[in-house]
């Protein structure tokens, strides 16, 4: 009984030492900041190890509808076209997945997606993710508890637009 407890005193401590030494940049704190904060950082690290970062053009694309999404990808910076069957539906914001709907799953992808300007991104193989979060079900927790606040966020300012624009016409 007693070397469970320092098993487990020993797990805690170390646990706390490698959240306090986890160094990240600017952009991987305003990441974290963003769909993280809740997380140990040493679980973090962990994920963003899973990716790089990369700073890519204008005009990338980044899913395409209807074919597997190869990589999830975080948008750092700029902004990005959304289009089904070649209409453009919506503008992505800075401080966002794409991907992250069909990713894990390895679907196909419901959009295409496109960079407006060049922008900061960090890019995960999206196989690689998949035997990951299954290997390591908190990363996949992670990433879908992430993945959930972010949609909800989408879906609440696609309601307010959309009661805006119903009130704007009675």
């Not at 070397?3 to 797990?11: A, E, H, W």
């Not at 991104?121 to 879908?144: C, F, H, M, N, P």
Request: aromatic share 8%.
């Amino acid at each position: 009984k007693t070397l469970l407890i320092l098993v487990n005193v020993f797990q805690l401590a170390l646990s706390w030492w490698l959240d306090r030494r986890a160094q990240f940049s600017p952009v991987e704190e305003a990441m974290i900041e963003r769909h993280f904060a809740t997380v140990p950082r040493g679980r973090v690290r962990k994920l963003l190890k899973l990716g790089t970062w990369r700073t890519v053009p204008a005009g990338t694309v980044l899913t395409t509808e209807g074919k597997a999404v190869e990589k999830l990808t975080y948008n750092a910076s700029g902004s990005a076209s959304v289009r089904v069957n070649g209409a453009e539906i919506a503008i992505g914001e800075a401080g966002g997945f794409v991907g992250e709907m069909t990713a894990l799953s390895g679907e196909a992808a419901f959009a295409t997606v496109s960079l407006r300007e060049e922008a900061t991104v960090w890019q995960a193989d999206a196989k690689t993710l998949r035997e990951v979060s299954a290997r390591y079900s908190d990363i996949g927790r992670v990433l879908e508890s992430a993945f959930f606040r972010m949609l909800r966020q989408r879906l609440n300012q696609r309601n307010q637009r959309d009661s805006a624009a119903c009130a704007a016409v009675a």
